[in-house]
Every structure is written in C-alpha cells, then in structure tokens.
C-alpha cells in the first residue's frame, strides 16, 4: 500500500488531491494523468489539450463551475458520490500553487473539500 505524500503530480486535472485517494494508495488507481481508465473525462481532456496542469490555470472563466466542460452531468455525480467540493479545490491552487496546495491536502490526508 502507497502512503500519502505531497506530489504536484498527483493533482487531477479537476483538482481533486489523487495522491490521498483509496484507489491511488490501495495501488488500484494511478491517478488522473496515469491513468486510460478516465478518457471520458472533458476536464482531463481539455486541460490536456491546453497544456496546463489544472483548471486553476485556465483563467477562461473565474468560477469554474461555470465552465461546461468542468461542471457538466458526469463531473456532477463524480462530485456528488465523493462529496466533492472541486471548485473549492481549484480555487485553492489558484492561491497556493500545485506545490503548496499538494502538500496541505497531504497534511489533511484527504483528496478533496467536501460539499457544504
């Protein structure tokens, strides 16, 4: 089994911390970027497609849930199952930087802000 530790690289693309997921430590995930099993993904798609590392980069919409490509039907269900706040997650990159941010949801050992 992995640990948690602070790695930029385990940042999804839709800024939920990967590296502090079940699937990623019980090593039945490799995270966002390593991983084919999410190439249905719009968000991973197109941050891919820009070149960026996140949608805190983006900078084409200041909330990202208006952003339909972030905040469509799939992404919905991803967030409600995992009582996901994802906007809360890319507006804390947006804030702290990928390094940062990586290392306080390590601290936090969780892969997301929940839902309020």
Do not use: H
């Amino acid at each position: 089994m992995r640990s948690i530790t602070a790695d930029p690289s385990l940042i999804a693309c839709c800024g939920i911390y990967c590296g502090a997921c079940d699937a990623y430590l019980k090593e039945k995930c490799k995270g966002c970027r390593g991983s084919d099993k999410n190439a249905w993904c719009k968000v991973k798609s197109c941050v891919l497609e820009k070149k960026i590392a996140t949608c805190a980069e983006c900078g084409e919409y200041s909330n990202p849930m208006d952003c339909k490509k972030y905040n469509n039907f799939l992404s919905k269900m991803v967030g409600f199952i995992l009582n996901s706040n994802r906007a809360a997650c890319v507006r804390e990159i947006e804030q702290l930087g990928l390094k940062i941010y990586s290392q306080k949801m390590a601290d936090l050992r969780q892969r997301t802000f929940p839902r309020r």
